[in-house]
T-cell receptor, first 112, second 115 residues
Framework: GDSVTQMEGPVTLSEEAFLTINCTYT??????LFWYVQYPGEGLQLLLK?????DKGSNKGFEATYRKETTSFHLEKGSVQVSDSAVYFC???????????FGQGTRLTINP | DTEVTQTPKHLVMGMTNKKSLKCEQH?????MYWYKQKAKKPPELMFV???????INESVPSRFSPECPNSSLLNLHLHALQPEDSALYLC??????????????FGPGTRLTVL
């Protein structure tokens, strides 16, 4: 079945550091890929998405590129802020599935 | 606007109580979802409604009863819950149709505590 693997957390960085959160997937066909962010005490917010190979999703300074050859969708940000502290979930959606497959989530803490 | 609203924000109930969670969206979406999320875990799918019909039930115990009165509303009726049912309950919606590009938008959740 389909699956998503995210890098183990928690991740702790200093403000203005470069961020990478790794995400790889296994799926039949050509899934769409998503990053969701969950701030403390809140629901999930869609951060960005990509629906085909080589697409780059971007939002709020975050970027991720759909790499079919490496089955990856790594999340990057050039300079993180304290307000980026949250849990980040990578997810995929396959044709006809009607359900998201989530990674385990990566907790990110940014220190001032 | 990509807003999904949920009420109440917090709910405390005893094991003999009956309560309901409510979810609403006005994006014209035709698929709606209930998820359960335990601490430090990803959301777990419970139910999917597609065009107001239940299309997926992930073997959820019958003490959880979903209802979709119309295309904008989704309820989750709770009865005789157990303490282990305490969790964050998330509602989501999407355009539907089973396309791989279908994007789910989540509400803020209801934090449920069962005593």
């Amino acid at each position: 079945g389909d699956s998503v693997t995210q890098m183990e957390g928690p991740v702790t960085l200093s403000e203005e550091a470069f961020l990478t959160i790794n995400c790889t997937y296994t799926a039949t066909g050509y899934p769409s890929l998503f990053w969701y962010v969950q701030y403390p005490g809140e629901g999930l917010q869609l951060l960005l998405k990509a629906t085909k190979a080589d697409d780059k999703g971007s939002n709020k300074g975050f970027e991720a590129t759909y790499r079919k050859e490496t089955t990856s969708f790594h999340l990057e940000k050039g300079s993180v802020q304290v307000s980026d502290s949250a849990v980040y979930f990578c997810a995929l959606n396959s044709q006809g599935a009607q359900k998201l497959v989530f990674g385990q989530g990566t907790r990110l803490t940014i220190n001032p | 606007d990509t807003e999904v609203t949920q009420t109440p924000k917090h709910l405390v109930m005893g094991m003999t109580n009956k309560k309901s969670l409510k979810c609403e969206q006005h994006m014209g979406h035709r698929a709606m979802y209930w998820y359960k999320q335990k601490a430090k875990k990803p959301p777990e799918l419970m139910f999917v409604y597609s065009y107001e019909k239940l299309s997926i039930n992930e073997s959820v115990p019958s003490r959880f009863s979903p209802e979709c009165p119309n295309s904008s509303l989704l309820n989750l009726h709770l009865h005789a819950l157990q303490p282990e049912d305490s969790a964050l309950y998330l509602c989501a919606s999407s355009r539907g149709g089973g396309r791989r590009t279908d994007t789910q938008y989540f509400g803020p959740g209801t934090r449920l505590t069962v005593l």
